[in-house]
C-alpha cells in the first residue's frame, strides 16, 4: 500500500511539471536568479516590430528591402539572459523574414544586420538581392522570432504586424517622407501634423482626402497618445492578439492601452470606416489613459445636438466632451452627424487639435 502511494504522488507530481510548461512561457525569475526580477515571464510568442519597409537599388540593376526591426524589452532582456548562462535554458536563435510580392504567397527570404547594426535585435536589416522587385511592386513583409527551448525544440512566436512597401530609394535620391494628397484648407493643420508626428507611416503616402478606417485611426490615436505622454514604441507594451482579421501592431497597441475595442470577441472589422462618435470615444480614452476626467460632471452639460438622438449611450460622453474643447466639431446647424464618417486628413486633424489642447 506504501508503494502505492509512492506511486501515485510521482505520477501526479509529473502531471503537475507537464501542465506548466504546456504553454511554452519562460521565467525570467526562477531558481537560478537570472535577473532578480519578480516571477513573470515571457510569453515565447510575442511578437516583433517591423517597420520602414523600403525598395533600395544600385546602378548595377540589384535591387533588395531595407527594414527596421524593433523587440520589445521583455524579449531583449529574456534573450540576455538566456546568453547568461550559456543557452543552457534556451536561445533566441533569431528571425525569419517572409515577403509577399503582388500578391503572391508568402515567401522565406533570407535577411540579416545592414551595415552599421550591432544590435541583431534592434535596427537596419537587409536582404540579399531579390528578382522581380521594382519602384511598382506591391511588397508586404512580416518577421518573428525563432527559440530553441530545451524539450521543446523550436518555438516561433506569432508573426509582426505586416509592413507595407512606404517608399522608394536608390542610391542616389531619395523621395520626401512625406507625399499625401489633402484638400487645400487642410494643408496649414497637417503641417503640424508633419511636426508632431502624428500621421502613420502607411498614411504619409497616402490620399487623405478618402475616408479613415478603423486600422487607420486606431494608429492615429496611438500617435497622439506617445505625443501627449512622451512615450516611445518601446514603452508600448503588445497584448496577445485576440483578433483573426488583423496583426496590425498598432492596432494591438490601441487594443492594449484600452482605446480601442473589437467589434467582436475575435474581430477588429480594420478595414470598416469609423464613425465619428467611435473617434471621440477613442480620442477620449486616450486622455483617460492619462488621467483626465472626460465625463459630463467634468465640463458641464452643453444644449444638446438637434441629432442627440442619434448618438450611441456608450458615446454621450465622449462627443459632448469632444465638441466642447473644439476637437470635434459639428457639421453645422447644431447637429454632430454621430453615424457619419470622416477624411483622413479630418481624422489627423482631430489629433492635432487634441494634443494641442492637452500639451498648451
Not at 485576440?242 to 487594443?255: C, K
Not at 473617434?279 to 452639460?301: F, H
Request: hydrophobic residues 40%; glycine residues 6%; negative net charge.
Amino acid at each position: 500500500m506504501k508503494k502505492l502511494l509512492v506511486s501515485f504522488a510521482l505520477i501526479c507530481a509529473m502531471v503537475l511539471m507537464s501542465m506548466a510548461f504546456a504553454d511554452v512561457i519562460f521565467p525570467v525569475d526562477d531558481a537560478r536568479g537570472i535577473n532578480n526580477q519578480s516571477s513573470n515571464g515571457l510569453d515565447l510568442k510575442t511578437s516583433p516590430e517591423l517597420s520602414q519597409l523600403v525598395l533600395k537599388n544600385d546602378e548595377a540593376g540589384s535591387s533588395w528591402l531595407q527594414m527596421n526591426v524593433s523587440s520589445p524589452k521583455e524579449v531583449r532582456s529574456t534573450a540576455f539572459s538566456m546568453e547568461a548562462v550559456d543557452g543552457e535554458l534556451g536561445k533566441l536563435d533569431g528571425l525569419v523574414l517572409n515577403i509577399s510580392i503582388d500578391g503572391s504567397d508568402w515567401k522565406e527570404v533570407d535577411f540579416f544586420p545592414d551595415e552599421g547594426t550591432t544590435d541583431r535585435l534592434e535596427g537596419l536589416y537587409k536582404t540579399n538581392s531579390i528578382e522581380n522587385l521594382s519602384a511598382d511592386s506591391q511588397i508586404k513583409a512580416r518577421i518573428k522570432y525563432r527559440w530553441s527551448i530545451p524539450n521543446e525544440g523550436i518555438v516561433y512566436s506569432d508573426w509582426s504586424n505586416e509592413a507595407l512597401l512606404d517608399t522608394h530609394y536608390d542610391d542616389k535620391t531619395s523621395e520626401k517622407e512625406y507625399d499625401y494628397q489633402i484638400h487645400g484648407w487642410a494643408t496649414e493643420e497637417m503641417s503640424k501634423a508633419e511636426l508632431l508626428e502624428l500621421i502613420p507611416d502607411t498614411l504619409k503616402k497616402a490620399d487623405l482626402t478618402k475616408d479613415v478606417t478603423r486600422e487607420e485611426f486606431a494608429a492615429i490615436s496611438v500617435n497622439a497618445y506617445k505625443r501627449i505622454t512622451g512615450k516611445s514604441n518601446f514603452d508600448l507594451e503588445v497584448p496577445k492578439n485576440p483578433f483573426s482579421d488583423t496583426n496590425s501592431i498598432e492596432v494591438l497597441w490601441a487594443y492594449g492601452l484600452g482605446i480601442t475595442k473589437g467589434t467582436s470577441e475575435t474581430e477588429f472589422s480594420p478595414n470598416a470606416l469609423i464613425t465619428r462618435e467611435q473617434m471621440a470615444a477613442m480620442m477620449t480614452r486616450v486622455l483617460n489613459k492619462i488621467g483626465i476626467d472626460t465625463t459630463i460632471g467634468a465640463i458641464g452639460m452643453s444644449a444638446k445636438f438637434n441629432d442627440h438622438e442619434s448618438v450611441s449611450s456608450y458615446a454621450i460622453e465622449p462627443v459632448y466632451y469632444m465638441s466642447s474643447k473644439e476637437i470635434i466639431k459639428g457639421v453645422g446647424d447644431n447637429t454632430f452627424n454621430p453615424k457619419g464618417n470622416a477624411t483622413r486628413e479630418q481624422a489627423i486633424i482631430i489629433a492635432v487639435r487634441m494634443v494641442g489642447s492637452e500639451m498648451n
